[in-house]
């Protein structure tokens, strides 16, 4: 059974920063992707970004270039770093782990969810 936990969420003023963190349980983390999601009130949960077992990264038009996925696999844990942060950016972030031989920004492709961390901009 695969457990997520997600961590680092909190009430920031815009233009500020924050640290996701995304522990992992299970020994096959590295040969996965994993995502990130997020859901803001009364909106459908939508693509952040991706890291695959081989690094390759993608992201949401509306992160680019602010936000950065990492990990480290020897810690089973995932990241991410989000910098410039805007109000619209509040909303719940959930980190996610793909389907076997899947990479993808569809939210069907993910099949262990964690329980999600609040993230709050204030303007």
């Known amino acids: 059974q695969v457990q997520l936990v997600e961590s680092g969420g909190g009430l920031v003023q815009a233009g500020g920063s924050l640290r996701l963190s995304c522990a992992a349980s299970?020994?096959?983390?590295?040969?996965?992707?994993m995502g990130w999601f997020r859901q803001a009130p009364g909106k459908e949960r939508e693509f952040v970004a991706y890291?695959?077992?081989?690094?390759?990264?993608n992201y949401a038009d509306s992160v680019k270039g602010r936000f950065t996925i990492s990990r480290d696999n020897a810690k089973n844990t995932l990241y991410l770093q989000m910098n410039s942060l805007k109000p619209e950016d509040t909303a719940v972030y959930y980190c996610?782990?793909?389907?076997?031989?899947?990479?993808?920004?569809?939210?069907?492709?993910?099949?262990?969810w964690g329980q999600g961390t609040q993230v709050t901009v204030s303007s």
């Open positions: 299970g020994r096959t983390f590295s040969a996965y992707t």
């Open positions: 996610a782990r793909s389907r076997a031989g899947t990479s993808g920004s569809s939210y069907s492709e993910y099949d262990y």
């Open positions: 890291i695959t077992w081989i690094y390759n990264t």
